[in-house]
């Protein structure tokens, strides 16, 4: 549950990605795998609110996009038996486990059906893990649980909610374009930002 103030441990984290950004591609990612781990540490300042499931899907909620599109932060949200279908990212991704669970498997598609890179992984809370176009970026994720929401929280290279990426037919291989969105966005976390630039848009 979030305790009042620790919406401050978030707003730490984006400017100790925002000092870094400039390190770009895996070596960013690496670094900011070790802040993560730091951020999943403690499970007291998610807003209650970037944590709801939906009945049927599994949700992306925004906690912060980065006004450049240098990179994003979103909490993964599953409900019970939620997974995903095979995707990729096409930017690097940190992956830290904040609640429950997850399991996830990695692929290889070479023109064919997907195959497997290894077994399906568990994610427990406190748990970081790497995605990136260099170092795999095909996986296929679900829920450790069948009773419970469990939530992840992601940082990527880019506004993933407006990337265009692909999911992969189980069966063929064959990819598919989408765009995630999200369900959710974070309001305030930075309020001199989001006026600054509400300002900027109603300027044009
Ligand atoms: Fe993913």
Redesign the pocket.
Known sequence: MRQAGSLERLRAFVRDIEQMVGLGGLRLAERAADRMRGLVAQDDWLPDEMAVPDKKFYQQHLLYADPQDRFSLVSFVWGPGHA?PI?N?TVW?V?GMLRGGEYGQRFSIDGGAPVPLGPDELLSPGAVEI?SPTHGDI?R?RNAHDDRVSVSI?LYGGNIGRISRSVFDPATGAPKDFVSGYSRRLEGLFPQLQAACGQKEQNG
């Open positions: 995903t995707h990212h991704g992956i995605v996986h994720v992601h």
